[in-house]
């Protein structure tokens, strides 16, 4: 046993890679692009992001915000990664994507203790430790293995990302550049003043503005357009994380409207008035030339994107770079099947990181290779000096419940009949005894315990 094995190359197995290379361990990591590729993924790269460029909030009063701190200190290797790649997105951390994933990729590609073998791994080596870090798109083959290793059925959900288009098609007539509420338009301030204002200002989004007319001629395209069929999947079961626009439409006519197309902070420049509604596209590479439109992740045809996408004002000439996608994601029932390492309870050797354990995000998934890569250590150091597992439950890393990266894992290990894919949240820490009204206050100590928790930790 001389090396540890992760099968996957993308968020969790590059870290979980990482962080194990980092300790002196061999790796062999098997990834199976480019020889073939899943129905999301296009590029050869390791880390590809297929969905949103966006990492969320950076802000340690938001939940994600908070973890990706915590791995910051923690000493995560993808998270500064993230941060050397960004891209302007006001208070979030929005990458290049291609930047991203070839930078990790750099990184792996160069770590003396990292052999990358690009194949697919069908079946799960038993006299190995193992990380299977295969994402939410597993392969057929490996998880009909997956599913006799871990005795129980496969849980299903979709997932769906949104188009991108060239920042040169945009209308700039009708687009402005600005961020919701610093470019809203104080009371009694001159609209010359204001535009002056908002042009020093250094903006992160591109916003489309659309009145009532525009806006309900759009929607009722936008419910009544052909989508793709679904028949072929075995479930139909949609995460509220990643809804396509044409479902969340279909809930009411103003639902989109207190959604992704929220007026609320903005002034169109045209009228000097909040718009009826806003469509935002935020900047998706460094070179700022492509802009996905936020919020729109869809399962319409093609067809159907370009011709409902045309109507909103500012797009009518928009050059497509990629359509909007909707794809099957799979999880394993980790609250009956991991413990809070990851690691399999009737397998020990076995560990599980990234969406495929029920985490749902880009920073969980990072989360939980960490986890994953740094317990696999503890558990190849007791292996090689032949120690039971009793001195693995001394030595693992287990972190605070009152951190969100030790409140995720808790979250997947935990027996819960209604298990679904989670973020991160402050919903899963345990609340404080005194009531506080004022959620950013009461954010914010949530953020100074786990900071204080997390200063504690020795890795």
């Given at each position: ?19 194990i ?8 990591l ?37 973890l ?32 991203f ?19 697919e ?6 006299d ?13 083959k ?16 979709y ?12 209308n ?10 610093e ?66 439409a ?22 000097g ?6 469509v ?7 070179a ?5 439109i ?10 159907e ?47 599980f ?45 287990v ?6 990266i ?54």
């Amino acid at each position: 046993m001389d090396e540890i094995i992760v099968i996957g190359g993308g968020l969790a197995g590059s870290e979980a890679a990482l962080q194990i290379a980092k300790r002196g361990i061999k790796v062999k990591l098997y990834e199976m692009k480019p020889n073939k590729f899943s129905d999301a993924h296009s590029n050869e790269n390791l880390a590809e992001i297929v969905c949103s460029n966006s990492f969320k909030s950076n802000l340690l009063t938001n939940a994600c915000g908070l973890l990706k701190e915590e791995l910051r200190l923690l000493g995560s290797c993808l998270i500064p990664i993230a941060d050397s790649v960004s891209v302007p997105a006001g208070q979030a951390l929005a990458v290049d994507r291609e930047k991203f994933s070839e930078e990790v990729t750099k990184q792996i590609n160069n770590n003396e203790y990292i052999e990358v073998i690009r194949e697919e791994i069908t079946e799960i080596p038993k006299d190995k430790i193992v990380i299977i870090a295969t994402g939410p798109l597993t392969s057929e083959k490996l998880s009909k293995e997956i599913s006799d290793i871990t005795g129980d059925d496969k849980l299903f959900f979709y997932d769906a990302a949104a188009p991108i288009v060239e920042k040169d098609s945009i209308n700039m007539k009708i687009g402005f550049f600005g961020d919701r509420y610093e470019e809203e338009r104080e009371k009694d301030e001159d609209i010359e003043d204001w535009k002056k204002r908002i042009e020093k200002q250094k903006a992160s989004y591109i916003n489309l503005p659309m009145n009532k007319e525009e806006y309900e001629k759009f929607y009722e395209e936008l419910i009544n357009a052909e989508v793709v069929n679904l028949h072929s999947f075995e479930k139909r079961e949609i995460f509220e994380g990643c809804m396509p626009i044409e479902i969340m439409a279909k809930r009411g006519i103003d639902t989109l409207r207190f959604g992704p197309l929220k007026p609320v902070g903005f002034t169109d420049p045209r009228t000097g008035y909040r718009p009826y509604a806003v469509v935002q596209l935020r900047q998706d590479n460094l070179a700022g030339n492509i802009y996905n439109i936020v919020g729109f992740q869809t399962n319409l045809k093609y067809g159907e994107q370009k011709r409902v996408f045309f109507l909103i004002p500012g797009l009518e000439k928009a050059n497509f770079v990629k359509y909007g996608v909707m794809h099957r994601n799979t999880y394993i029932n980790s609250t009956k099947i991991l413990d809070n390492t990851y690691n399999m309870k009737k397998n020990p050797n076995i560990y599980f990181a990234g969406q495929i354990t029920g985490v749902e995000g880009y920073v969980e998934s990072i989360s939980s290779g960490f986890i994953a890569g740094i317990n696999a250590v503890e558990r190849y150091k007791i292996n090689m000096q032949n120690l039971d597992n009793r001195e693995y439950e001394k030595r693992k890393k287990v972190f605070s419940e009152k951190t969100i990266i030790g409140a995720l894992t808790k979250y997947i290990s935990t027996d819960n009949s209604k298990f679904q894919p989670m973020n991160a949240n402050f919903g899963i820490v345990p609340q404080l005894e005194e009531r506080i009204k004022d959620k950013k206050k009461k954010y914010q100590i949530f953020a100074d315990r786990s900071i204080e928790e997390i200063r504690k930790v020795v890795i």
